[in-house]
């Protein structure tokens, strides 16, 4: 079960053109393109005759066409022609359709009642038109893992100390106390550690010499989209409600997890941050050296999906899992209101 009155990201804006292209998301085969003006559409991959993907047919101008017997869908899913049978179209030859909207350079779909999609409900990325921010390109993995798993990872600063050692890894990382909070879209797990040498990341993009007050931020989303801030402030500038100084550099990574199936994740990010808004160098070292550290998360996920699904002996929480179990919680909460709401509408 998945939440589904909520906008994931599809992939990136510029993935998707004037062709035919399937994906899977939330379990469900969706054919994505773009009309011949540009704008995006999404529907179910699955012709009403005889289940044939769309995907497996042509795009004619703004219309579909079944590649087994020329059935032709229109981008709100229906049925404007049925060349075997003129004049005699089917009532239900209808596919369903799914709004889409491009935004912040990626593409977003709303996988629930499509009667209730309002693209204002898109997550919002600050600070994204400011000209002093600079961003990477991001990139996109598909992890064989749930998507929860993912969910987990990004609600864990720990992790860094053991999985990230050449990245986001560095003094403190292993066994500085934790503090989470409840905010209106999802949880907060977050720490200062103080007075240490920059992460191996981080150590040439802030630009003030010397040791740091550090401070881990990570913030997940409902319905899986991870707000990651790393703030780095010269020592003893910082620390809880201490406001930024010249050199506090925050660099803020933005994770979307997309559930494929139960089995599989599409995990997006792209990063942004508060200085070298126009150095393409430092955006492409910072774009390299997120994608090394997230295919290793991808190794440490895959194998705890297999892990968790194979397991004889019961398995522990600690008490870094706060955050994450807090979160599952408040998702889960939220998936089966919907659901009463769907079986009572
Ligand atoms: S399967 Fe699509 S028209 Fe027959
Ligand atoms: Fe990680």
Redesign the pocket.
């Known amino acids: 079960m998945y939440l589904r009155n909520c906008w994931y990201v599809a992939g990136w804006s510029k993935d998707y053109e004037h062709t035919l292209k399937a994906q899977k998301l939330l379990g469900e085969n969706i054919v994505f393109y773009r009309q011949c003006d540009g704008a995006p559409a999404a529907l179910e991959d699955a012709c009403p005759h005889r289940k044939l993907p769309l995907s497996m047919g042509q795009l004619e101008g703004d219309h579909v066409v079944c590649g087994y017997h020329g059935l032709t869908f229109d981008c709100t899913g229906n049925c404007i022609d049925s060349p075997t049978q003129r004049g005699m179209t089917p009532r239900r030859a209808v596919v369903r359709s799914y709004p889409v909207v491009d935004r912040y350079r990626l593409l977003w779909i709303w996988m629930g009642d499509p009667e209730k999609a309002n693209p204002d409900e898109i997550f919002e990325i600050e600070n994204f038109d400011n000209p002093d921010w600079g961003y990477t390109d991001g990139g996109m993995l598909s992890i064989e893992c749930n998507y929860l798993w993912v969910v987990d990872?990004l609600l864990d600063p720990s992790?860094?100390a053991w999985?990230?050692v050449t990245s986001?890894g560095g003094g403190g990382t292993g066994d500085q106390p934790l503090d989470m909070e409840k905010t209106d879209r999802g949880v907060i797990v977050s720490r200062w550690i103080y007075d240490q040498p920059p992460s191996p990341y981080y150590n040439n993009l802030v630009r003030f010499e010397g040791t740091c007050d550090r401070k881990q931020h990570y913030e997940m989303c409902v319905p899986a989209i991870a707000l990651n801030k790393s703030v780095y402030t010269p020592t003893g500038t910082g620390g809880p409600d201490k406001p930024a100084v010249a050199d506090t550099y925050v660099n803020i990574s933005y994770n979307f997890m997309t559930p494929v199936d139960e089995n599989n994740t599409q995990y997006i990010w792209f990063q942004h941050r508060n200085t070298d808004p126009c150095d393409k160098a430092i955006s492409k070292q910072m774009n390299d050296g997120a994608i090394m550290?997230?295919n290793?998360?991808k190794e440490i996920l895959e194998a705890v999906h297999k892990g968790m699904d194979a397991m004889t002996t019961p398995h522990i929480d600690l008490g870094l899992d706060l955050g994450a179990k807090t979160f599952r919680l408040r998702l889960q909460r939220l998936i089966d209101a919907e659901q009463k709401d769907t079986e009572h509408a």
Do not use: L, R, S
């Open positions: 990872n992790h860094v999985v990230h986001f550290a997230f290793e998360d």
